[in-house]
């Protein structure tokens, strides 16, 4: 439909071009149809509510043109996003995509602040003997230690703090503690074990907010604004951030980050520590998370064909030193979910 034809008698260019849709209904267009996974739309229910907005009584056609116009412009957008979506993925056909695999996983990476890097052999590196052998000019250099999907890594700091960072994650450390705090910088996840030094307290920083401690284990998510956690196993830890006040966790809380503040709640900290020990430990977790959380770990693209078993909850455990297959051979084991692996996915049926 073309609103700037000659249709419309007794109308000029500038009168048709109203009835286009505002700026801002332009914006509320693209929000809705751009967004990444959007489910199936029933059409008779979305045109039935459609056609009752654009026919009231005594309604002028100023606002059918709009409405028409703004459904003109919410087709084309939506046609496009689907031919997006479609030459993006050409590798399956059809289902709702909850995490994509990434290229070149690499190795577990040690990075000096010259841009020096090595490649970390094991599974586990200490700087704590390094304390007093470090160098007074290089006593506050700072380190980077990043981890691919599928690997952790067990980090003992100068100070003697552990840390162990799991995958898809990094850690920016001073090659020994010089100051009035002990500060780190990490992404990702991973679990601390604070040495107390109340002199000295320990910050760790993410892009979202930062968790002070004197002395004390607790783990940090921070992958993403959306999932950014706080639990404390011991201790007491004082999370904050910007233009937001301080919120105090006692053990078996967990801290969410929202950008208004923190939403606390009780939460059972065994999970956590069997994360730690080497386990996928989930209870009562929905099949949504747990998927998310292979498909991160075994660096695969997870899709879910039935949308509706993404709700559907769980108690698994399996160790991470396991093979993909034998994990989630164990999890169709409880004839709850029918998943399926390729070479390319991890598909659930």
Not at 5 to 19: K, R, V, Y
Not at 25 to 47: G, K, N, S, T, Y
Request: proline residues 3%.
């Amino acid at each position: 439909m073309n609103l700037n034809d000659n249709n419309h008698p007794g109308m000029n260019e500038e009168q048709q071009t109203d009835f286009l849709p505002t700026e801002e209904e332009q914006r509320a267009i693209r929000d809705a149809f751009l967004l990444q996974h959007h489910p199936v739309p029933d059409i008779d229910r979305e045109w039935e509510a459609l056609n009752q907005q654009i026919n009231p009584p005594a309604e002028t056609h100023h606002h059918l043109w709009r409405w028409c116009a703004a459904l003109a412009v919410a087709a084309s957008v939506a046609l496009l996003v689907l031919m997006t979506t479609n030459n993006h993925h050409p590798h399956h056909t059809g289902g709702l995509e909850v995490i994509a695999s990434v290229e070149n996983v690499g190795d577990v990476m040690l990075t000096s602040d010259d841009g020096t890097e090595q490649v970390v052999k094991g599974t586990s590196v200490s700087f704590a003997k390094k304390q007093d052998a470090a160098d007074a000019a290089d006593a506050g250099s700072l380190m980077t230690m990043s981890t691919p999907r599928g690997h952790d890594c067990e980090i003992t700091l100068a100070d003697g703090t552990k840390v162990w960072l799991y995958g898809e994650s990094s850690i920016e450390f001073p090659r020994k503690f010089v100051g009035k705090e002990r500060r780190v910088r990490m992404k990702g996840e991973a679990y601390f074990d604070v040495v107390k030094d109340a002199s000295h307290p320990f910050v760790v920083e993410n892009d979202y907010f930062s968790t002070t401690v004197l002395g004390t284990s607790f783990s940090v998510r921070a992958y993403s604004e959306k999932d950014a956690t706080v639990t404390l196993v011991e201790g007491k830890v004082r999370m904050s951030g910007k233009n937001m006040s301080q919120q105090t966790l006692r053990p078996g809380q967990q801290a969410r980050y929202h950008a208004e503040g923190f939403s606390v709640s009780e939460v059972d900290t065994y999970p956590v520590v069997q994360r730690k020990d080497g386990y996928f430990y989930f209870d009562n977790e929905t099949l949504l998370q747990i998927m998310m959380e292979l498909g991160r770990w075994y660096n695969k693209t997870v899709v879910f064909v039935n949308e509706k078993s993404m709700n559907e909850r769980f108690h698994f455990v399996a160790e991470r030193k396991q093979t993909l297959e034998e994990v989630i051979e164990a999890l169709n084991d409880m004839d709850k979910v029918n998943v399926m692996v390729t070479d390319n996915e991890i598909t659930v049926h």
